[in-house]
C-alpha cells in the first residue's frame, strides 16, 4: 500500500492550496484518514481527520475555520482544502491512513508534501 501527496507548494500568505492524498496498491478498504504537519523543528501534529464514511470530521483548533478535509472514496482520494493560508502553516503535510486488508488493518504514512508560507 502507498500513500502519495501532492499539491503543495509555495504560497503567499492569505493564499489557498489544495492537498491530496491518494491510496494504491492492495487492499480491502480506506478507513479513517488525516492529515499531520510537522514544522522545522517541532513535533508533527494533527491538522485534520475524517472518518471512513466522510460524516464526520475533526480539525485541530489552529486551522478550524480555514481548512475542509474532505475524500473521495471511489478514487481512494483524501484532500485538505487550505484558505487564508499563514506563515505559521509552512510545514510539511503528511497523510495517514487506516487501511485493511485481508484480516488485518494497519496506520500508512505517505512521504509528505513540503507547503511553504512566506512571511
Known amino acids: 500500500v502507498q500513500l502519495v501527496e501532492s499539491g503543495g507548494g509555495l504560497v503567499q500568505a492569505g493564499g489557498s492550496l489544495r492537498l491530496s492524498c491518494t491510496a494504491s496498491?492492495?487492499?480491502?478498504?480506506?478507513?479513517?484518514m488525516a492529515w499531520y504537519r510537522q514544522a522545522p523543528g517541532k513535533q508533527r501534529e494533527l491538522v485534520a481527520s475524517?472518518?471512513?464514511?466522510?460524516?464526520?470530521?475533526n480539525y485541530a483548533d489552529s486551522v478550524k475555520g480555514r481548512f475542509t478535509i474532505s475524500r473521495d472514496n471511489a478514487k481512494n482520494t483524501m484532500y485538505l482544502q487550505m484558505n487564508s493560508l499563514k506563515p505559521e502553516d509552512t510545514a510539511v503535510y503528511y497523510c495517514?491512513?487506516?487501511?485493511?486488508?485481508?484480516?488485518?488493518?494497519?496506520?500508512?504514512w505517505g512521504q509528505g508534501t513540503l507547503v511553504t508560507v512566506p512571511s
Open positions: 495517514n491512513a487506516l487501511v485493511s486488508g485481508g484480516s488485518s488493518s494497519r496506520w500508512y
Open positions: 475524517i472518518t471512513s464514511g466522510g460524516g464526520s470530521t
Open positions: 496498491g492492495s487492499f480491502f478498504s480506506v478507513n479513517a
